[in-house]
């Protein structure tokens, strides 16, 4: 019987990655490059980062907004985020992101990185983020394309594309896990995810312009291969590994 997909409690258990402050700040800086492009003055804001884990993102944050608050359903993630992060702006929260223990319009930002393919219910969670948002608000949505070549989470190929069952198979003979659990959508499936939002696309405009977006870790203007990219990034569009959208409330 294939086992019932529940919540990842201990997502962060074992994994230095969530807790590594220079990998996490790298991801910060393009966080906030983006945001900033948006909207350039942000200090005013309130800010949720949803799915926080350890919360080094979250920290970093304290900077840049009036009020910061982490979330997140895995507790020994959350329990480290006290323990480290120290700031009477920021407050840590174990919560399940698909009811979040906030009122209605109650933040001016979402952050959303990578995490919708982790909760049970993607759907209940994007209802959520929209309830919680002021009335123009916004969300930083990095999400994931099931059709990726790469899987980023296990770095096997295809690894999204396939059935469950395979995937689990899959997981198994390459000695990865035994349960593939995450849940990517399709670009269709992602713009219907977030069809209540208005969207700004940052996806080319990072490609086309890394350095500004702090993403030279991923992209070698120097090479063939991302001249390569650049050219064929809006004709390639839909199998682009990862979205980066600002979601504007309506």
């Not at 990517?184 to 977030?194: A, C, G, P």
């Given at each position: 019987?294939?086992?019932?997909?529940?919540?990842?409690?201990?997502?962060?258990?074992?994994?230095?990655?969530?807790?590594?402050?220079?990998?996490?700040?790298?991801?910060?800086?393009?966080?906030?490059?983006?945001?900033?492009?948006?909207?350039?003055?942000?200090?005013?804001?309130?800010?949720?980062?949803?799915?926080?884990?350890?919360?080094?993102?979250?920290?970093?944050?304290?900077?840049?907004?009036?009020?910061?608050?982490?979330?997140?359903?895995?507790?020994?993630?959350?329990?480290?985020?006290?323990?480290?992060?120290?700031?009477?702006?920021?407050?840590?929260?174990?919560?399940?992101?698909?009811a979040i223990p906030l009122k209605g319009e109650a933040v001016d930002l979402v952050?959303?990185?990578?995490?919708?393919?982790?909760?049970?219910?993607?759907?209940?969670?994007?209802?959520?983020?929209?309830?919680?948002?002021?009335?123009?608000?916004?969300?930083?949505?990095?999400?994931?394309?099931?059709?990726?070549?790469?899987?980023?989470?296990?770095?096997?190929?295809?690894?999204?594309?396939?059935?469950?069952?395979?995937?689990?198979?899959?997981?198994r003979l390459f000695g990865k896990g035994t349960f593939y659990y995450e849940e990517?959508?399709?670009?269709?499936?992602?713009?219907?995810?977030?069809?209540?939002?208005?969207?700004?696309?940052?996806?080319?405009?990072?490609?086309?312009?890394?350095?500004?977006?702090?993403?030279?870790?991923?992209?070698?203007?120097?090479?063939?291969?991302?001249?390569?990219?650049?050219?064929?990034?809006?004709?390639?569009?839909?199998?682009?590994?990862?979205?980066?959208?600002?979601?504007?409330?309506?």
């Amino acid at each position: 019987m294939t086992p019932k997909r529940g919540y990842q409690l201990h997502l962060s258990r074992g994994d230095t990655v969530l807790k590594d402050k220079q990998g996490r700040g790298q991801k910060f800086k393009k966080i906030l490059s983006v945001l900033k492009d948006f909207q350039l003055e942000t200090r005013s804001l309130t800010c949720l980062d949803v799915g926080c884990s350890s919360g080094v993102i979250t920290s970093f944050l304290q900077d840049h907004f009036s009020r910061v608050i982490g979330i997140d359903i895995d507790q020994e993630a959350v329990q480290y985020a006290h323990a480290h992060g120290t700031s009477p702006h920021v407050r840590f929260l174990i919560g399940d992101a698909m009811a979040i223990p906030l009122k209605g319009e109650a933040v001016d930002l979402v952050i959303c990185n990578h995490i919708y393919e982790h909760v049970p219910d993607a759907k209940q969670l994007m209802e959520e983020i929209y309830r919680v948002l002021k009335k123009g608000g916004f969300c930083y949505f990095a999400a994931g394309n099931r059709h990726m070549i790469m899987e980023g989470h296990y770095h096997l190929p295809f690894l999204s594309w396939f059935p469950k069952s395979v995937g689990h198979l899959y997981l198994r003979l390459f000695g990865k896990g035994t349960f593939y659990y995450e849940e990517h959508l399709s670009l269709q499936e992602l713009k219907e995810l977030v069809r209540k939002f208005e969207i700004h696309d940052y996806t080319l405009p990072i490609i086309r312009n890394p350095s500004q977006f702090f993403a030279t870790d991923l992209f070698d203007t120097r090479t063939v291969s991302y001249r390569f990219v650049r050219w064929s990034a809006p004709l390639l569009y839909r199998w682009i590994p990862t979205y980066i959208w600002i979601l504007k409330k309506k």
